[in-house]
């Protein structure tokens, strides 16, 4: 790759980066891609700490935001050779406890760096051939997260007397398990895995812990001083032809397909005394004869031989048994039908057939004829793999036949990366869902431009209005990493119903929410002769708005430059009221409601006494006479009172009305 001359000096001499990359560029046809995969890796070694310089003065650590199925992993072993070819004597990799995704990641992991020694969870149990293994350093260790699995690891450093060792700790979906379930409740309790990895930190003198994950609210609701709140980010961009929420959840998309949300309950055998019912429901029957005719085309197109169909609605292993039946059931009515053209069935079947590839002709517009399709079908479907996938399961998720359909839960939720992926049907309704859990559960994003025209999800409204929301969350998270990649910055987007996280891993009391239609305001201004300077400043910026008027419009921008030069009392504390929080919090209302604002004055007041930061000061019905459809700042000009404190500006600023809440963490 010539282009590597050119690049940074990190990788000047690197053997196993070069390796790598060449195993890549099998792999990716891209070399915008392979460029891109190459300087996120570049970012987080400069950013980690240096290995051979010794114990850093602050701990090391950070985040590879990345977006689902967007090639995290092509990331995560590059970061891995350069660390090596920069003196990182060991990398563990850090991931599923769910053997499928273990395996898989392993998998990965050894075909990419293949001059390294990767070790896999068999591979410390003899302590005399691990402690050998750890004289020819690099090397790298897969484990996956399961305590006492990760805590036999770190027992056979220790037997090693491996401490002195330089590690770089890869921590994939570093969400899910890594952090502690029982820090809502206070107190020192620890949870198992949570204990484990901490110990691993502290174990190693010289060590850079980087978290990976596609939805990182949970880490950025760690408090700002919290050791597993990442320091930097490194923002992962997907590379030509990644098929994203915008693809699904924008207002004008066509590859949303809307199913009853009482049929979806039907699926659900855990509602049901005895399963009733030996067909399909119309939704899912329709989804189904897409697929066939979806999968049936690109046979014929010759784009591959094996196709797959994801249902996923319940993480009830009953439930699951009873969709496959179903299918199964169905299965065997469509090819009875397809093989007795005289029957009443035949005509129905046809008949689905027909207007799910008219549906599909809207979008790909190089459909086969539809009969040749049929003969196809009706060649295919006596193959057709029905796997159920699941905690009770042995079955992989592996594309074997023509038609492969996978039912399950949470195995096919994080993680799992299922090839040619079609058609989806998607059905879990939790009362109050977690916008991370949920968008783990987005198995259609991924590579799959070529297969956008017979790409379908199929799900109640209800469901498809969440992930439009949680889409336009991650799209509002990732533009704020984007603007603030370094140190703790403020705030998540949050739309109701939904809520960022699941709370057992948040400290309650360290959580603060700027909520649509609410109030803000410093609980105290601060009145020190050394802020007289600023009094005068926001008195000649102010000038122009007349007392008169009972608002004027402006802009965010201009509220933004103000309130910087109004400061809050130490002595009354803040906790909403912080610059950098707030100006996080209206940067972003500036991407939903664009850069209008109201601004409403107001001069010659006699206020003394604090303030609760979301009780205000505004009297007489005051907040009513501004609208409320953008961000509105009140500010009174205090007086000097009778104690001599200066004349100062009070700010209070109200949210627009909608249906969210802005999220963020602060340190208590």
């Known amino acids: 790759m010539p282009e590597l001359h050119e ?84 990398v563990v990799i850090l991931t599923s406890d769910i053997d499928l995704l273990y395996e898989q990641t392993l998998e990965r992991v050894r075909k990419a760096l293949r001059g390294l020694s990767v070790l896999g969870k068999k591979d410390w149990k003899d302590a005399t051939r691990f402690e050998r293994q750890l ?54 309790q620890i949870s198992r895995i949570n204990e484990v990895i901490t110990d691993f930190r502290n174990y190693f003198p010289v060590n850079t812990y980087l978290q990976v994950t596609a939805t990182p609210q949970a880490l950025f609701l760690q408090r700002p001083d919290h050791q597993y709140r990442p320091s930097f980010t490194v923002l992962s961009e997907p590379g030509p032809g990644y098929i994203g929420g915008e693809a699904f959840f924008d207002a004008d998309s066509t590859l949303i397909e809307e199913v009853d949300l009482e049929e979806v ?12 019912g030996s067909s399909v429901p119309s ?11 979806a999968a049936t ?41 397809l093989h007795n053209q005289t029957s ?28 040749q399709i049929v003969e196809k079908i009706k060649f295919y479907i006596r193959g057709t793999n029905i796997r159920l996938v699941n905690a009770l399961s042995n079955e992989e998720i592996k594309l074997d036949a023509a038609y492969n359909i996978f039912v399950g839960g949470n195995k ?45 999800l199929f799900l109640p409204k209800r469901l498809s209005e969440h992930f439009r929301l949680i889409h336009q969350m991650e799209s509002a998270l990732r533009e704020l990493v984007q603007k603030y990649p370094i140190g703790n910055f403020e705030g998540l987007y949050i739309s109701s119903p939904l809520q960022a996280t699941r709370r057992n891993v948040l400290d309650p009391n360290s959580i603060g ?21 600023n009094t005068e400043w926001l008195d000649s910026q102010l000038a122009q708005f007349s007392e008169q008027n009972e608002y004027k419009e402006t802009t965010v921008d201009f509220i933004i430059e103000l309130i910087h030069k109004c400061h809050h009392d130490p002595q009354h504390g803040a906790d909403l009221w912080d610059k950098k929080t707030i100006t996080s919090a209206f940067e972003k209302l500036k991407t939903l409601f664009g850069n209008k604002a109201y601004i409403r004055v107001r001069r010659g007041r006699n206020l003394n006494q604090p303030r609760r930061e979301t009780q205000g000061f505004l009297t007489g019905g005051e907040e009513a006479l501004v609208p409320k459809d953008a961000l509105t700042l009140f500010i009174y000009r205090l007086n000097r009172n009778e104690r001599g404190d200066v004349e100062i500006w009070w700010p209070q600023v109200r949210f627009p009305e909608g249906n969210y809440v802005l999220a963020f963490s602060f340190n208590r």
């Open 513 to 533: 929410l700027y909520v649509a239609g609410g109030y803000c305001n410093p609980a105290y201004p601060l009145r020190t002769s050394d802020m007289q300077k």
């Open 7 to 90: 690049r940074r000096k990190i990788i000047s001499d690197g053997s196993h980066t070069l390796e790598v990359l060449n195993i890549l560029k099998a792999e990716i046809s891209s070399q915008e891609s392979l460029n891109s995969i190459l300087d996120k890796a570049i970012k987080v070694v400069e950013r980690s700490v240096d290995p051979i310089a010794g114990p850093p003065d602050h701990p090391s650590d950070g985040l590879l935001y990345g977006l689902i199925q967007s090639g995290k992993t092509s990331i995560i072993t590059v970061a891995s050779a350069i660390a090596v070819d920069n003196g990182f004597q060991c």
């Open 265 to 276: 309950e039907l699926l659900r055998a855990t509602h049901q005394p005895a399963p009733s």
């Open 412 to 456: 096919l939720g994080r993680g799992v990366t299922i090839k040619n992926l079609l058609v989806s049907y998607y059905g879990r309704n939790p009362k109050r869902p977690n916008a991370d859990t949920v968008l783990q559960h987005a198995r259609m994003y991924g590579y799959r431009e070529k297969d956008i025209g017979v790409t379908r």
């Open 297 to 337: 085309s690109r046979i014929i197109k010759g784009y591959d031989n094996s196709f797959a169909f994801l249902c996923h609605v319940s993480v009830n292993t009953r439930d699951h048994g009873h969709i496959v039946a179903l299918i199964d059931r169905f299965k065997e009515n469509t090819l009875n039908a």
């Open 135 to 188: 004289r020819t350093t690099p090397f790298v260790v897969v484990c996956s997260k399961n305590g006492k699995v990760l805590n036999s690891l770190l027992n056979a450093f220790k037997t090693a007397r491996a401490k002195g060792l330089s590690i770089l700790i890869i921590d994939d979906e570093a969400d899910q398990a890594s952090l502690n379930t029982y820090t809502s409740k206070g107190g020192e």
């Open 283 to 293: 939704g899912l029957g329709k989804a189904l004869f897409t697929f066939l005719i």
């Open 344 to 371: 009443l069935q035949y005509a129905k079947i046809i008949k689905d057939l027909k207007e799910a590839y008219d549906n599909l002709s809207n979008t790909d517009r190089d459909l086969q004829e539809f009969k």
